[in-house]
């Protein structure tokens, strides 16, 4: 799917694989946010698993409008399922493998890159799954479809500041 990046004040990605459970909750708080709320030049993208690809592409478009990523994904901050934290991307080690899905170190050393060498706030929402199954399970757990209300409102504060 093609979004017009260079246009865009505020992306928001939603990371994670739909076909694992807990893992898709990326992708569905940004259906959630697509038919909640709309905004002049903030975008959504489902980036599925594909987030580096998006992230390279990114780094080497025009991109002087855009002033701020906010990133959403599951992962193992040992909160109780459901909670979440949100950081500064440069409170995030480049290379942290252990509690970071976003599909490892490739992608949070490109973050870093794109804040670094295009002045643009990164941060990241975080959420304690409840479970990832270890095979194909579409479908959040109820813990997490129940918080998506509560995310949603985090992630729309992080845009209107």
Do not use: W
């Amino acid at each position: 799917m093609y979004h017009n990046f260079e246009k865009s004040r505020i992306i928001v990605f939603g990371c994670g694989n739909v076909l694992f459970g807990d893992d898709g909750f990326g992708p569905e708080l940004i259906k959630y946010l697509e038919k909640n709320y709309r905004f002049n030049n903030v975008t959504f993208v489902d980036a599925g698993t594909s987030i580096r690809d998006i992230l390279f592409n990114l780094s080497l478009i025009e991109t002087e409008n855009l002033k701020k990523i906010i990133v959403i994904d599951i992962a193992d901050i040992n909160r109780k399922p459901g909670e979440y934290i949100k950081i500064d991307i440069e409170e995030f080690p480049k290379k942290d493998i252990k509690t970071f899905s976003m599909h490892q170190a490739p992608t949070s050393s490109l973050l870093h890159e794109i804040k670094n060498q295009k002045n643009i706030d990164v941060k990241l929402i975080l959420i304690q799954p409840y479970e990832i199954p270890e095979e194909v399970a579409p479908g959040i757990s109820d813990i997490l479809k129940k918080k998506i209300p509560k995310i949603s409102e985090a992630v729309i504060n992080e845009i209107k500041y």
